[in-house]
């Protein structure tokens, strides 16, 4: 008797099958389009790296979700858990090689051995995208207007995006006395939409006092135009310094290229991560704010700290492709064709299997991508497996060579008798 | 003092730098636009599966090659070694969502522990495609097809298909006597191109006896037209067979669509592998023959015959993306831009930056990728910056909204002063 091995995926682990890979791809190729039309250049590097470089000097929660693992020559390596860190080895590394301001964008897989009962998945696509080498306000605009514009490209409708500086924060620490607790406040202001106002308010109040806690609810809850909300912060922080210009004059760029309706200043986002410097943004859909932010980032005063002495400050920011597909699954705006074939050749006869290809290369040189079916089966059967295919329309030959033949409209069923020649179908097809 | 951790890669690991990404992504790209105008459709499967299921029944080299260890669940599991056992195992366990012939790609990185010294990377890309499904000699055909046109469009120049049969080889085999020995016959066999004739003549006599080596070099060696080799090979192997009317169908179509220029029948092709029942076939540039086969492949009877009972026939192929980057960069016709930008706005004031994104949102409008430079250095350095990055013009706005502009040619070093319309410089660096 044989045994068999059970054909099946890890815990956390997908298959992508052809529909959902499509439309993955589809997603990621106008993101890339986005992106290389402002002149930023994908890089690649290694799935696997030496543990020391990806930990770091230790890391906690990632320290128990990463794979790690030592290799057929002992070295202790493990799976890349994110695209941040290997991108700050990668500028230490090759710093020479890249003219700076260097604009980058990565998108790939990583690995994180995470409970899989939170609905989150061990493998999963992140998409990474920096400006390194410069400390100017136009790489922050810029990284945040190619943000508001490459999710309307692709499809995923107008985004707001909350934009604040966790220097200003900082300041506005300082004047309370409450900067040596900063990284504590940080974190719980940071939880601030999910734990709600009073549950923010009594956490602070136990790392502080009622009073300091009441006053950083106040600076955190600010609200109003971008010019006011930024006056008022201002002021709480001590008055004009380089981190107000600096929100003031990102603002500025915001009115010059009239998308000043896409960004509100909410001093409420900090992003818990503490290697955040300066301007800090979180990005929420118009349409489905519930799902949380989509793409986030910010400013960081030096990247590559641990490998190197050089110092290289940049501003950069990452969308989760997962929970961004199951936005546009539920906006309806995910492609969701199941083929890239428009035309199918029906098989009559097995033994005209080349006649059929000649045809068919007919139509992939006017740019129609063409499936031969394979099997003389029932026409029915291929009508059917057409349908079942995606693909919109079926040449069915009525000679060897395919020189007569008729089309069907397989969405329609109906079928067009005696199409009178390829160009004549070519143009319907496209039309 | 601070101690920094050494920013380097693992051996036979290696980053990808813009330059070396564009010109993967560029080729990659092009080979997926030819599979897709066939109607083939892209799967993608985990890095990281049972170690059980990759390495199936046991695999000699493979297991000491294969990254393999406990998970944090304590887990088998391992790095996919290749794309075909995957595949395999995603037949298996998708077979009743595939509407069968099922014609799919799968380009995706692989890792082997192998030995870098002779030039192999332990991380690198594969790109595989099947159609699984289908016993047709249009399925053997339709890859064959597929393969040239695809080096033919990615700039691979002409190519030369080396075709044969696995079952009629086998069938000589028998009439000689000696299918005891075909594995290792085969093995043999399928060296000859890398250690010579008379070193296969004499393995071949060491396995069977002088004559029946000189009988099988008699087989292998057989060379004329595709034709007058099939009567030759056909009768030494006992006259008309299904194996033998296989390969005449095959090269019928070949007729059929005009491509038998590419292709010969070449007995000696056996590929190693235990795995091919049917037809299999190595493919050479005709301008660099001697790198070796760049896409190797052939039919096989059961696909998943390890994790199911179910039987899944199919023909498929494997590039080596490596070799074939290799290949196009020695023929200069490997894309090497190191930039998607055509354009760059010169950063005259950074005050400016608001405006410059609305210029260059309007280039990036009408097609043109646009980067905008983001620090006021001077002119000429932006113009050395602009070079280095490969952008081919370089506006310099003359005002703070550049409603007037010059624009310069910095491959031909040439400034167009006063241009006078956004409409003019589009035509300019379009045409």
Known sequence: MDTYIEPRVLKGFRDFLPAAEIARRTLIERIETSFRSYGFLPIDTPALEYAEILLGKGGGETEKQIYRFNDNGGRDVALRFDLT???????????????????????????????????????????????????????????????????????????????????????????????????????????????????????????????????????????????????????????DCPESERLRQVYCFMLDTGSAASFILDPSITRGLDYYTGVVYETFLNELPDIGSVCSGGRYDNLAAL????????????????????????????????????????CIKGENAGHYQALATRFRDAGIPCEVFLEGIKLTKQFMLAEKKGIKWLLIPADDAGIAFSLRNIEKRETIDRCSSIEEAITMILG
């Open 85 to 239: 860190v290997p991108f700050a080895r990668f500028v230490a590394e090759h710093r020479t090689e890249l003219p700076l301001p260097f604009k980058r964008y990565h998108i790939a897989k990583v690995w994180r051995g995470e409970n899989t009962q939170r609905g989150r998945y061990r493998e999963f696509t992140q998409c990474d995208f920096d400006i390194v080498g410069s400390d100017s306000a136009a790489a922050d605009f810029e990284i945040l207007l190619m943000m508001r514009n490459t999710f309307q490209a692709i499809g995923a409708g107008e985004v707001t995006i909350h934009v604040n500086h966790r220097g200003l924060f900082n300041r506005f620490l300082t004047m309370l006395g409450a900067e040596v607790q900063s990284v504590e406040i940080l974190r719980t202001v940071d939880k601030l939409g999910k734990i709600g106002r009073d549950a923010t308010l009594a956490q602070l109040a136990a790392l502080l006092n009622d009073d300091k806690a009441a006053c950083i609810l106040g600076f955190i809850e600010a609200r109003g135009g971008f010019e006011e909300t930024l006056a008022c912060i201002t002021e709480l922080a001590g008055g």
């Open 307 to 346: 490998y190197s002495k050089e110092r290289v400050s940049g501003v950069g920011s990452s969308i989760g492709l997962d929970r961004l597909i199951a936005a546009l699954e539920t906006l309806g705006t995910l492609d969701n064709n199941n083929a890239y074939a428009r035309l199918g050749i029906a």
